[in-house]
T-cell receptor, first 116, second 114 residues
Framework: AQTVTQSQPEMSVQEAETVTLSCTYD???????LFWYKQPPSRQMILVIR??????QNATENRFSVNFQKAAKSFSLKISDSQLGDAAMYFC?????????????FGEGTQLTVNP | DTGVSQDPRHKITKRGQNVTFRCDPI?????LYWYRQTLGQGPEFLTY????????KSRLLSDRFSAERPKGSFSTLEIQRTEQGDSAMYLC????????????FGQGTRLTVV
């Protein structure tokens, strides 16, 4: 079974600064997808960024980028130029690429605070 | 398209009562998922439908839990004989196609069992 671990229950960052959230995972599969989801208070979870394991290039979405280290099974999220609206719970998630694989396996989450 | 809709948003029930939640996915999405999220934790997978077929169930889904998706459209999740340990946020998500597609989440139903 796959597991996802987020070792930072809480992080804080000053507005306009950069912060990195850590995520490690364990799997015996070679093909899979990794995701970062954002869950603001009382709001639905939304996808921030996605990485395909077969791609060596790290995914980037505007101010959000990842550092994907497949051999180390590490998938960190970097938020540049942090904004107050970035404050939320962030979840790292894994999904198998097998045809039957569909469930997302989530980490415990990291609560991000952005200080003005 | 208004996204994934869940009803009710909040439910308070007495222990031992039955409750039913509804999820309306994004209309063209053929896959529908239920997750449970307890306070301060990540969501845990409960079950998944492709169209009307329930293809996978977690061991978390005890025999008191049942989910349906008649006609492959909306889905219901029923919990019978609720227990205090069932108190959680129940999240529904939907997606179209394979494993690489984005799952869109609803706002969830928060269940409190007293």
């Amino acid at each position: 079974a796959q597991t996802v671990t987020q070792s930072q229950p809480e992080m804080s960052v000053q507005e306009a600064e950069t912060v990195t959230l850590s995520c490690t995972y364990d799997t015996s599969e070679s093909d899979y997808y990794l995701f970062w989801y954002k869950q603001p208070p009382s709001r639905q979870m939304i996808l921030v960024i996605r990485q395909e394991a077969y791609k060596q290039q790290n995914a980037t979405e505007n101010r959000f980028s990842v550092n994907f280290q497949k051999a180390a099974k590490s998938f960190s999220l970097k938020i540049s130029d942090s904004q107050l609206g970035d404050a939320a719970m962030y979840f790292c998630a894994y999904r198998s690429a097998l045809a039957s694989g569909s469930r997302l396996t989530f980490g415990e989450g990291t609560q991000l605070t952005v200080n003005p | 398209d208004t996204g994934v809709s869940q009803d009710p948003r909040h439910k308070i029930t007495k222990r031992g009562q039955n409750v039913t939640f509804r999820c309306d996915p994004i209309s063209e999405h053929n896959r529908l998922y239920w997750y449970r999220q307890t306070l301060g934790q990540g969501p845990e997978f409960l079950t998944y439908f492709q169209n009307e077929a329930q293809l996978e169930k977690s061991r978390l889904l005890s025999d008191r839990f049942s989910a349906e998706r008649p006609k492959g459209s909306f889905s219901t999740l029923e919990i019978q004989r609720t227990e205090q340990g069932d108190s959680a946020m129940y999240l529904c998500a939907s997606s179209f196609g394979g494993s690489n597609t984005e799952a869109f989440f609803g706002q969830g139903t928060r269940l409190t069992v007293v």
